[in-house]
């Protein structure tokens, strides 16, 4: 079955840092860009960022984030990361990774909640 599982989320003050990471199994990992989407408590969905997929590695970012989260790949593992520094409280959310082949997401986890507050 198709499963992507987040990692490594937690309690963070602020100016912190957190490394997220999202296992995917199922499906051709390679073949399909990545995604981060955030859900803040009583909010919607927000993208935050994509990485390509295999052979075109091309970061893009939300313009709350830029500058303060990188993200990265490593197919060999079918696991995606993103670091995550100089924390905000406005960066409390569950982090959802996500999976694309096209317009749509495809594949989603179950999420990982983040909560930085001092």
């Known amino acids: 079955e198709v499963q992507l599982v987040e990692s490594g989320g937690g309690l963070v003050q602020p100016g912190g840092s957190l490394r997220l990471s999202c296992t995917a199994s199922?499906?051709?990992?390679?073949?399909?860009?990545m995604y981060w989407v955030r859900q803040a408590p009583g909010e919607g969905l927000e993208w935050v960022s994509g990485?390509?997929?295999?052979?075109?590695?091309?970061?893009t970012f939300a313009d709350s984030v830029r500058g303060r989260f990188s993200v990265s790949r490593y197919n060999a593992k079918n696991t995606l990361y993103v670091e995550m520094n100089s924390l905000q409280p406005e960066d409390t959310a569950v982090y959802y990774c996500?999976?694309?082949?096209?317009?749509?997401?495809?594949?989603w986890g179950q999420g990982t909640q983040v909560t930085v507050s001092s």
């Open positions: 996500a999976a694309g082949s096209g317009a749509e997401y495809d594949f």
């Open positions: 990485i390509t997929r295999a052979g075109i590695t091309i970061t």
């Open positions: 199922g499906f051709t990992f390679s073949s399909y860009s």
